[in-house]
């Protein structure tokens, strides 16, 4: 069964940091597209980042590029979220997904964690 | 691209049909998902190149559309059914349906 468990989200200060990790099980983590993906409290879905299977090709939205860092490490099956200069409307809470196809499809996603940003 | 999704509450009764529309800005040929979320609940994908049902989703769901109008339908509503659904194209999401009784 594929398993996708977010951790590390918590309250901080604007402009702070946080890192999020995301353990996954029940499949070949090092085959797939991960993505992390956010929602505002009451909003909509906000894709945020993307990392290919090797860890080196990257996407990111705009508005945490510079800020925000997506990586993995393939060994432990461990997706994960450096997030620094964090601002309010970072507050969300923010899932893992499983990636399939070249159109960034999310077919299995954690239960999310919720990051709060305070001023 | 945007996407838009109409309309933005549907309100019906368990055994009804349901029919979600997403319009996008430009073509995007099939390259689209669905997916339901509950209350508190992670996003499930549905469907996706537009018309592919997920693993385990049941038929009452089905996907349509190309190029830029795709509709979800739901054929009769099962109670579990009542939740938000969301279109996606790569990496934009449309608005979302709430599908209320």
């Known amino acids: 069964e594929v398993q996708l468990v977010e951790s590390g989200g918590g309250v901080v200060q604007t402009g702070g940091s946080l890192r999020l990790s995301c353990a996954a099980s029940g499949f070949t983590f090092s085959n797939y597209w991960m993505s992390w993906v956010r929602q505002a409290p009451g909003k909509g879905l906000e894709w945020v980042a993307n990392?290919?299977?090797?860890?080196?090709?990257?996407q990111y939205v705009d508005s945490v590029k510079g800020r925000f860092t997506i990586s993995r490490d393939n060994a432990r099956d461990s997706l994960f979220l450096q997030m620094n200069s964090l601002r309010v409307e970072d507050t969300a809470v923010y899932y893992c997904?499983?990636?399939?196809?070249?159109?960034?499809?999310?077919?299995?996603w954690g239960q999310g964690t919720l990051v709060t940003v305070s001023s | 691209i945007v996407l838009t999704q109409s309309p933005a509450t549907l309100s019906l009764s368990p055994g009804e049909r349901a029919t979600l529309s997403c319009r996008a800005s430009q073509s995007v040929s099939t390259y689209i998902a669905w997916y339901q979320q509950k209350r508190g609940q992670a996003p499930r994908l549905l469907i996706y190149d537009a018309s592919s049902r997920a693993t385990g989703i049941p038929a009452r769901f089905s996907g349509s559309g190309s190029g830029t109008d795709f509709t979800l339908t739901i054929s009769s509503l099962e109670p579990e059914d009542f939740a938000v659904y969301y279109c996606q194209q790569a990496k934009t999401f449309g608005q979302g349906t709430k599908v209320e009784i």
């Open positions: 997904a499983r990636v399939i196809t070249a159109h960034d499809y999310g077919d299995h």
């Open positions: 990392l290919e299977e090797n860890g080196n090709y990257k």
